[in-house]
């Protein structure tokens, strides 16, 4: 564990699992454990597991002109936005070029949480509010533990009350095993789940009694890293690592634009106004390149940075692959030329372990791809 200057109450409990805590973010977090990530991923797809993703990092805003910073910081129109509600947005810089992600989420008419990863979220939002009304607050007490997969709401009903009748993107402020908690409907799996915002006492007591009480479920703990597998077949972008800071341009400085990683799609309607705003429209059309997904041939999977080739020549790269046997697939997140995204394009990915790898070019979502089990009602 190194550099790390943040700390989750789980550390212990990551420890006894076999973890290193390797650094992320700031915080020791449990990239490994022992034991198959194999298991981990067929719990969550078929049962339930539960991570610690405390390195997330919490904002709140709060104050008379919150609403206004996340206006200027993010690229999501927070007049929609009504409290218990939550929405995914991006964040760019003046150039246009994406910093970062985020979960918004209104806890109140002037009172919002903003929790992202490892970019620039917190500068944004702190840039943002410098004149303005408001307070903007880190919060490491605040833990979140997600509890992902097809039982996760069977295991919640137990215990809370109205949880089946939370909707997707919504939070409610509640209690769990008598302390205080905020569920939002969230994840970052593909599947039905569920975070737990606890305070970071509350946290050890909370991971104890879930796994205690949903072994028979099938519950189990599961480490951050297991997120690669779920995340590739779902098209779930982690920054950097999907990103032009991990793979860089020849000729320029990292940054990459939404319409580049498919992420246009954060952009509210016809908002303008944000950091880096004229220039993301201006840059509609101007790909030099597209995330992209491919689907390979048998079971062996590629590294991340394995090379794309087409006609002999490389024009890519692999930035996460994996392979399901549950789905009986074997599929990439690359990044590719634009004029190879499509449904169509054959390609070889070059595996330093496997040799060469015939893929051919397919959209992503991989799996669930109208998205059915994630926004699942009852």
Not at 243 to 272: A, C, H, I, Q, R
Not at 324 to 348: E, G, Q, W, Y
Request: proline share 5%; glycine share 10%; charged share 25%.
């Amino acid at each position: 564990m190194t550099n790390s200057w943040r700390f989750s109450t789980l550390a212990d409990r990551h420890r006894a699992l076999g973890s290193a805590l390797e650094d992320w973010s700031g915080m020791g977090t449990a990239w490994s454990y022992d034991g198959d990530p194999m298991a981990e991923y067929m719990a969550i797809r078929t049962k339930a597991g539960l991570m610690d993703v405390s390195g997330l990092k919490k904002v709140h805003i709060t104050g008379h002109g919150a609403s206004h910073v996340i206006e200027r910081a993010t690229t999501r129109n927070m007049e929609k936005l009504m409290p218990g509600r939550s929405v995914y947005a991006t964040m760019l810089n003046d150039a246009g070029k994406f910093v970062d992600d985020c979960v918004i989420y209104r806890t109140g008419p002037n009172a919002f949480m903003v929790v992202h990863g490892s970019g620039q979220g917190f500068e944004q939002l702190t840039m943002a509010a410098s004149g303005r009304d408001v307070s903007v607050r880190f919060d490491d007490n605040l833990h979140d533990l997600s509890l992902q997969g097809p039982l996760a709401v069977d295991y919640l009903a137990k215990h809370v009350p109205g949880i089946r009748d939370l909707a997707y993107f919504s939070q409610m402020q509640t209690s769990l095993f008598g302390k205080p908690a905020m569920i939002s409907r969230t994840g970052y799996t593909g599947e039905r789940g569920y975070e737990l915002f606890v305070r970071g006492q509350d946290a050890p007591m909370i991971w104890d009694r879930i796994l205690e009480e949903g072994a028979e479920m099938g519950i189990i703990p599961c480490r951050f890293t297991t997120l690669d597998l779920l995340r590739t077949e779902s098209y779930l972008l982690f920054f950097p690592y999907d990103n032009s800071e991990m793979y860089p341009f020849e000729n320029e400085g990292p940054g990459d634009t939404l319409w580049e990683l498919g992420l246009d799609f954060t952009v509210s309607p016809g908002k303008v106004g944000f950091r880096g705003a004229e220039e993301h429209y201006r840059l509609k059309g101007r790909e030099r390149f597209k995330i992209w997904g491919l689907k390979l041939e048998g079971v062996n999977v590629p590294g991340n940075g394995a090379p794309v080739f087409k006609d002999g020549k490389q024009v890519g790269v692999v930035t996460q692959a994996m392979h399901s046997p549950l789905n009986n697939h074997t599929v990439a997140i690359a990044r590719i030329p634009v004029d190879c995204a499509n449904d169509s394009t054959k390609l070889v990915v070059n595996c330093a372990t496997h040799g060469e790898i015939a893929a051919v070019t397919s959209p992503m979502p991989f799996y669930d791809i109208e998205k059915k089990r994630r926004t699942a009602k009852g």
